[in-house]
């Protein structure tokens, strides 16, 4: 059976590489007559895998001192209400909001505290971030939250946001390991691992271990960061196979050359396609060029009619995962960094194909 070329924004692609290694010791895991998903979380087996996974990610990451790496359930939406529950307690943050995930991020966050608006790009359609100059921080705030990546918008921050004192926080999820991230510059960042890091099931959390000296104390045991950090992510049954799949991803990103060499990859990507696009009139971009995703692509057809022939013809030449989100119409492709080149390259001269035909 031949593979297909799978833009889906998440749970998303993952590089056949990587399915072949977890398929080739899904039975017997490297003669031990037994599964990782067989294993005891806290056996000697378990505990290697486990401890590889975290290295990787702390070399993928240039994990700084004093920053720690947790692997947590409930996806990035748990981290929408955990992060003020345990950092807000009352006080006020500041939220950038730039599109749905912010959105609901920010939902979350008035359940407990303050939440101000440091910027928006609703007025502009979601179609952009907002520059620098355009934030208007509080520099009492008790953190300021982003999302680095707009899965559903498809815009990207082409910079890190300077909060001066005030703790950055970043979801990552759509972005995160696609390229480089000095996370000296967060306080805490996290990831749904569904689009760039492996599969649903674990949700990816690197924080600096100071942020919590003044978290709130009296939460349930299992939303407090801190029962985390002392179990090392093992409080209770981690989800163990998704963390090994992680561990795998992390493995094959290194093998790739790390995050500075995926970044060229990515960007070869989102070129041939961003370059496509704004070469025909006969598909639109909406997306502002400085806030470009290189991750997700949105784009429509001059004539909605023919979604649905795009969408059909496109999945019979093996291109499927293209349909744009319910909110904004149109095609999104996502270009993680699982999906080749010749993916990519493969859509390019598909859309142009039907251009011709039904421009
Ligand atoms: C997918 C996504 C989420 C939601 O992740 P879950 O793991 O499904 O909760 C949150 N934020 C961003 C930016 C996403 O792309």
């Known amino acids: 059976m031949a593979r297909i070329y799978n833009f889906s924004a998440g749970p998303a692609a993952m590089a056949e590489e990587v399915l072949e290694e977890a ?5 017997d895991y490297r003669g031990r ?11 000697d087996l378990y505990q290697e895998i486990f401890a590889e996974t975290k290295a990787r990610l702390a070399r993928l990451f240039a994990l700084p001192d004093g920053y720690r790496i947790l692997f947590l359930q409930g996806g990035a939406s748990l981290q929408f209400a955990m992060l003020p529950m345990n950092l807000l307690a009352g006080g006020s943050a500041d939220y950038v909001h730039t599109g749905v995930w912010s959105g609901k991020a920010m939902v979350e966050a008035r359940r407990f505290g303050r939440v101000r608006l440091a910027a928006s790009s609703e007025a502009d359609g979601f179609h952009r971030i907002p520059r620098q100059d355009e934030l208007n921080l509080d520099p009492k705030a008790r953190y300021c939250h982003i999302t680095t990546n707009n899965t559903i918008y498809g815009t990207e921050y082409p910079y890190t946001p300077a909060t001066g004192a005030v703790p950055l926080i970043a ?20 990831a749904g691992a569904q689009k760039n890091l492996g599969p649903a099931g674990v949700c990816l959390v690197i924080l600096r271990e100071a942020l919590l000296e003044e978290a709130a104390a009296e939460l349930p045991t299992m939303l407090a960061y801190r029962t985390h950090l002392a179990g090392d992510s093992m409080f209770n049954t981690p989800p163990t196979f998704a963390i090994y799949m992680v561990g795998l991803v992390a493995g094959w990103l290194e093998r790739q050359g790390g995050v500075a060499a995926i970044e060229l990859v990515n960007r070869r990507k989102a070129a041939l396609l961003y370059d496509a696009l704004d070469r025909s009139a006969f598909y639109h971009c909406p997306t502002e060029v400085a806030s470009r995703s290189r991750m997700n692509v949105p784009f429509t057809l001059a004539d909605p009619r023919l979604d649905a022939l795009f969408l059909a013809e496109a999945a019979a030449a093996g291109l499927v995962g293209l349909k744009g989100h319910r909110l904004t119409g149109g095609m999104r492709a996502s270009l993680y960094n699982a999906m080749p080149e010749e993916g990519v390259a493969r859509l390019v001269a598909f859309m142009e194909a039907f251009e011709r035909e039904h421009g």
Not at 23 to 27: D, V
């Open 23 to 27: 398929a080739a010791e899904l039975t």
């Open 33 to 43: 007559g037994l599964s990782v998903m067989e294993m005891s979380h806290r056996g």
């Open 171 to 190: 979801d990552c999820s759509s972005n995160v390991l696609s390229r480089p991230l000095d996370l000296s510059r967060f306080a805490m960042i996290y």
